[in-house]
């Protein structure tokens, strides 16, 4: 075989190779044009290539360029060929446009932060602004100005982590009230969420870090009649027609001190394990704020009074999602995120 034999060979195998993909309708079609044309025994690409043999020398650069570029392109061919049928073999379901659209996972709020914003929402309502203050804290606002004695037990290092040098992890936000109270004049209404830390171990229902959400209210004439008519409603609107009940409590920067039960929405007050066969589920700890924190706050206390309240969002969402350990929500795993998602 001279070159321009050969060649017109290498144009004949292309050009009649790639009608042979190109037309093959289906995968079975398509094989047998790869087989006839690229495959390794018996293909006419192998052949033109042993024919490259009898080439001689000087022409062999030309004819082997030419060669190349046959098998190239029919290579090409039979790869654009093959991936066109198989997305024909699929589109016939994903270009189905009766199908509802898919949902794609786009995260979730976790349950404790749609418990907060629930309850920041109903305070808004009520005329509460929102602040925060500092995790780091020193002894003098989380424990002193709230009137706590030097010698009362939470103080002990048993309990509250304290910083190396001075200073310690807020055991409670109630340190925030003192700061807004330094910082603005009464009327004032805050709600406070925010992180607290405790040293407790890691359990079913105790955790070392935790959210809370503390509430203040100070003005002239403010009496437990405001504590107990903001709470109800609260109450209404988070728990529905739940009735509440008002048990004497104690806190240090609180005087008188109440816990707040709303009636278990599980058994309706007939007693069951979410409540602890009790019918009432403890929601939060509130009171009239003690003088000695508005004094230390620089607020005039026979001029003003107030009432405050703190409480966990992790329990109510426990309690609301029938989450039975809390540790889950300290876990990150989204398939759990997924089933509260709203
Ligand atoms: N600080 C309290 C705690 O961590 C909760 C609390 C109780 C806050 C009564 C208050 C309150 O503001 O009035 O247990």
Redesign the pocket.
């Known amino acids: 075989m001279n070159l321009s034999e050969y060649l017109s060979e290498a144009d004949t195998i292309e050009r009649e190779g790639s009608t042979a993909l190109q037309s093959a309708a289906d995968a079975d079609a398509l094989e047998a044009a790869r087989i006839a044309f690229l495959g390794d025994r018996q293909g006419r690409v192998k052949g033109l290539q042993e024919a490259l043999r009898g080439i001689s020398k000087e022409d062999k650069p030309a004819a082997g360029k030419r060669f190349n570029e046959a098998r190239t392109r029919l290579e090409a061919l039979h790869a654009e060929r093959k991936s066109a049928i198989e997305r024909a073999t699929t589109s016939g379901v994903q270009d189905d446009p009766s199908l509802p659209a898919r949902r794609q996972w786009r995260g979730a709020k976790h349950p404790v932060t749609l418990v907060i914003e629930e309850i920041e929402g109903i305070f808004r309502e009520l005329g509460f602004t929102i602040a925060q203050g500092p995790e780091a804290e020193t002894e003098w606002y989380n424990f002193g100005a709230l009137n706590f004695p030097s010698n009362h037990p939470a103080l002990d290092a048993h309990d509250t982590l304290y910083l190396e040098g001075q200073g310690l992890l807020r055991?409670?936000?109630?340190p925030v009230?003192v700061r807004t109270l330094q910082k603005y004049e009464p009327p004032i209404r805050v709600l406070i969420p925010g992180n607290?830390y405790r040293r407790d171990f890691f359990d079913a229902s105790h955790a070392p870090a935790f959210a809370?959400i503390?509430?203040?209210c100070v003005d002239e004439g403010i009496s437990f009649v405001d504590l107990k008519s903001t709470l109800n409603r609260f109450a209404e609107r988070f728990f529905g027609a739940s009735r509440t009940r008002f048990r004497p409590?104690f806190?240090p920067?609180?005087e008188p001190?109440a816990e707040m039960d709303v009636q278990c929405g599980i058994c309706g007050g007939s007693g069951c394990a979410a409540c602890k066969g009790t019918g009432w589920i403890e929601i939060?700890?509130?009171?009239m704020?003690h003088p000695n924190v508005l004094e230390a706050a620089g607020i005039d206390s026979e001029r003003y009074t107030g009432?405050?309240?703190?409480?966990g969002p992790a329990r109510i969402a426990i309690s609301r999602y029938g989450i039975p350990d809390i540790r889950v929500l300290y876990d990150s795993d989204v398939r759990f995120l997924e089933q509260i998602a709203e």
Request: glycine residues 16%.
């Open positions: 055991t409670h936000t109630s009230q607290v809370q503390e509430g203040l409590s806190f920067f609180t001190s939060l700890g509130s009171g704020v009432w405050a309240f703190g409480m």
